[in-house]
């Protein structure tokens, strides 16, 4: 009589492949905003205009965004192992060129580089989480992933202020060659390799209309606020993603395996998860685009004290890391969603009273409860979307999760930009100055601290500290509405029902392979 074999257990080393994973997800998540602390000292160093300074931040963002949908397909059909480690070699060695720069334009093409390669690794590293852990596991897994994302943005400036205290320009670029090269190798001797076989060819005219129509929306918004919405430029490129994204839709739609599945869509958990992660991403850039400069400009802090002051976040991030995973199990995870946006929300709307007599104490109060709000939204929200995805679609659909959340990002520093620099200037005292001064001035409270120590005018200083922390607040205020209106948004519509993952039901023609083992057919598992 013939037995039929156990089915394999869980991959042994799977946590430790976890820790792999994290790191490479933390060593890209960091280096996003590890760069604004260092930017005064390389723009210096290089002699870079303000144009190119600019492009050094945005060329990462603008590639990031517009390769993240097509690299979610690449790595469902080549392998989301061999996709992930290619990834993180490109921007080890793209980072290895920025620390060796001697012109803008050679810095703006590695940073372009690194942003190709950050695109190759984020959608992988959480799409790798069902081939590697049991349904049951998964949501932690995913917990701990959403986490050291999310952590990379306080450690960025901590991290980038320390370099550059101790090191040269060129040190917040070294400090990710030997990072990548450990998570290259830990990937490669850790994680199993995934694919799905059934998985179609790139779609070459469906990438290019993704990439060039997430592109060009980036690129307008990010000019927006600069030139003006109006701008030839501006609006020929806002019109022309419009454009391309709106055929890219309507060509999905007839196709039976899209890169842009929007089919993933029609799951209530999938959908409002992935929005209320978008909303998290958009008013959370509300807080990072303001405090720094905050702390810098206004409180006098150094690049590593403003890293510092960012740390409450941390602690309330690390705590909602801890309690995400249990405060799902008995309450599911549209409570923990909405109760994460509504700390958000007050932590915005406390900051949004801030003064420009009060010292460091009452932001580092509210920024706790900012960090702990991230945490138990964000970290949530991403992993209820990712168990809903049949593991065959787990690359397109953390592909399209990460695109939304960049997309969200990139129209909350367009939205917040806008206001800042409006409040700003209106609140502004230059009636005093000459009309080159006061234009200069009105550019930044970075300029105009510039021209208060040339002039010496202390008075100027102090209006612009004031109009500057006016600015803060506006934008603190408009975020911390835009939370509390998510948190209605995702109480009402999300389903209260905790997500079972789509392994686990064994949905015909879509479960992916077992835990720890390399590609299996879909169909195989019908």
Not at 160 to 173: D, K, T
Request: glycine residues 12%; positive net charge.
């Amino acid at each position: 009589m013939s037995t039929t074999p156990a089915p394999p257990g869980p991959n042994p080393r799977r946590w430790l492949a976890l820790v792999a994973v994290a790191l490479s997800v933390l060593v890209i998540s960091f280096d996003m905003t590890i760069l604004n602390v260092a930017l005064p000292t390389l723009a210096s160093q290089l002699q870079a205009t303000t144009g190119q300074q600019q492009w050094i931040v945005d060329s990462y963002t603008v590639v990031f965004a517009a390769v993240m949908l097509p690299a979610g397909l690449i790595g469902d059909r080549f392998g989301r192992r061999r996709t992930l480690t290619v990834g993180l070699a490109l921007f080890g060695l793209a980072s290895a060129v920025g620390m060796l720069a001697d012109s803008p334009g050679t810095l703006i093409a590695a940073r372009a580089a690194m942003g190709l390669a950050g695109a190759l690794v984020m959608p992988m590293s959480m799409a790798v989480i069902p081939g590697l852990f049991p349904a049951g596991e998964q949501r932690r897994a995913t917990a701990i992933l959403a986490a050291s994302l999310a952590a990379g943005a306080p450690l960025g400036p901590l991290i980038g202020g320390f370099l550059l205290q101790h090191f040269w320009w060129g040190a917040v670029f070294a400090v990710n060659v030997p990072l990548t090269a450990v998570g290259i190798t830990a990937c490669v001797l850790l994680l199993p390799e995934t694919r799905d076989p059934a998985a179609p060819r790139i779609d070459l005219p469906g990438t290019a209309l993704g990439a060039g129509g997430l592109a060009a929306l980036t690129f307008g918004i990010i000019e927006g606020p600069g030139r003006g919405w109006t701008d030839p430029l501006v609006a020929g490129t806002l019109g022309g993603s419009v454009v391309a994204l709106t055929v890219l839709v309507l060509r999905s739609r007839r196709q039976r395996d899209p890169m842009l599945d929007l089919r993933l869509l029609a799951d209530p958990t999938f959908r409002w998860s992935t929005v209320a992660a978008t909303l998290v991403s958009l008013v959370l850039f509300g807080a990072f685009f303001v405090l720094p400069l905050y702390f810098q400009s206004v409180l006098g802090a150094d690049a590593l004290g403003t890293g510092l002051r960012l740390m409450p976040m941390m602690l309330g991030l690390m705590v909602a890391a801890k309690l995400s995973d249990r405060l799902v199990a008995r309450t599911g995870p549209r409570v923990v969603i909405t109760l994460g946006l509504a700390l958000l929300a007050a932590a915005l709307l406390l900051g949004s009273r801030t003064d420009s007599s009060d010292g460091y104490g009452p932001a580092a109060v509210w920024l706790v409860l900012l960090g702990l709000g991230m945490g138990l939204s964000l970290i949530t929200a991403q992993a209820s979307a990712l168990l809903t995805l049949p593991p065959a679609k787990a690359g397109v659909g953390s592909g399209l999760i990460q695109t939304l959340r960049q997309v969200g990002g990139a129209i909350g520093v367009a939205v917040f930009g806008s206001l800042l620099a409006a409040a700003y200037r209106g609140a502004l005292d230059t009636a005093a100055l000459p009309a080159d001064s006061a234009h200069r001035a009105g550019q930044s409270v970075v300029a105009a601290d510039a021209v208060a120590s040339a002039t010496g005018n202390p008075a100027l200083t102090a209006s612009a500290h004031a109009a500057y922390v006016h600015g803060m607040t506006v934008v603190l205020l408009v975020s911390g509405v835009i939370a509390a209106l998510s948190a209605v948004l995702v109480a009402l519509r999300m389903p209260a029902a905790e997500p079972r993952p789509a392994g686990e039901r064994g949905e015909a023609g879509e479960a992916g392979p077992p835990s720890g083992s390399t590609a299996v057919p879909a169909a195989d598992h019908g």
